[in-house]
């Protein structure tokens, strides 16, 4: 199968722009960002260890909504995904954990493993197989794209629309560099080597 090179906005004016063409701020998002990441600090060593990724998701996914829902977007659950879209634009975004973001050298990895919703709300192409190819993806189908706005432990952030195959996302068709975090930032706490999941939950039908 043919792949596409993946485009990655860095520049701010140029991240700005994309943002305005999708309807959205980088404010908006990093007040997301800001969110979630307090959320996640309230996580303590007598919580569960994946409390810190569950209450960003949770909290990630609440503030999302609170700051775009109204003309442009509403609340949408289809396939699963908790997410916000734009019928307008036919676009979805979503929250996730991610191991890390804003990073040249990969292409960010769920915390938690994603389920079928996730890759057909995605519009990810069955034949294109993990870990081949790390920044690029396939030619995206037509249809809905579906963005994720990625938080690691650090606060780097980035909006992104990803390949998801296997549970995972094995490549990027875009994505767009918010915020690199750094020290003095919140941070997810991991305590006695637990992992901060975050907690998507995928919706199965009986």
Not at 23 to 48: Q, Y
Not at 92 to 108: E, H, K, L, Y
Not at 125 to 144: E, N, S
Not at 185 to 193: F, L, Q, S, T
Request: aromatic letters at 8%; hydrophobic letters at 40%.
């Amino acid at each position: 199968m043919s792949a596409v090179e993946t485009k990655v906005f860095r520049e701010t004016w140029d991240v700005d722009r994309r943002l305005s063409e999708l309807r959205l701020t980088r404010d908006g998002l990093l007040k997301v960002v800001a969110v979630a990441l307090a959320e996640a600090a309230n996580a303590t060593p007598l919580h569960p260890a994946n409390a810190a990724g569950t209450f960003a998701y949770q909290h990630g996914s609440w503030s999302l909504r609170d700051q775009f829902t109204g003309p442009d977007w509403i609340v949408d659950r289809q396939d699963g995904v908790e997410s916000i879209r734009c019928d307008a634009l036919k676009v979805r975004v979503a929250f996730c954990n991610v191991d890390v973001a804003c990073s040249d050298d990969q292409i960010p990895k769920p915390r938690s493993r994603k389920g079928a919703g996730a890759e057909r709300a995605a519009g990810s192409p069955g034949l294109f197989g993990a870990g081949a190819l790390p920044h690029f993806a396939p030619p995206p189908k037509d249809g809905w794209a579906l963005y994720y706005l990625m938080i690691d432990e650090n606060g780097a952030a980035e909006l992104t629309r990803p390949h998801v195959r296997a549970g995972t996302f094995v490549g990027a068709f875009e994505r767009l560099y918010l915020s690199f975090g750094g020290e003095g930032g919140a941070v997810m706490p991991i305590e006695d080597g637990g992992v901060a999941d975050g907690f998507d939950p995928q919706i199965a039908r009986k």
